[in-house]
């Protein structure tokens, strides 16, 4: 089972002051070491992830825009991580599931990458949100390892 990163989640990997760091530090290792299996990872979630460690209005300590790039890259170059793309099917996805369940612009991005991953195959997601992607209906919590 592959499990998808939300930006939340990777989020609160990084940064010390997010509530619930050192649990999402240990689950992480735990995972790694325990069950090695690649963690799925969409470039819309590095992108958020940059735009949000470094805004001030949200953190004491925020990064700056070149420590935040050098953890996105190497997330995206970690070899546990498997990159998932955007793709037509899930573009296509994308879009219904917009119109389906009437979703407005603050959900544009959520339903993208729920879109991206399920239509990679992945069903399981590491986030701090679950409650944003429950109304797709084809997602369950990462489990501890």
Known sequence: MIHGID???LVQVELREVPGHAAARDWLDEALTKHPQPLALAP???TEFVHVVTDPRRFAS???MDEALEKAQGWWEASEVKPIYPSLDSTRLGLLWLRQHRLGR???L???LAATYYAAAVTHLLTLNMSDFEIFGVFRPARNP
Do not use: E, H, W, Y
């Open 44 to 46: 819309q979630v590095l």
């Open 110 to 112: 959520d339903t993208q």
């Open 62 to 64: 925020p990064l700056s």
């Open 106 to 108: 603050k959900r544009l």
């Open 7 to 9: 930006t939340s989640f």
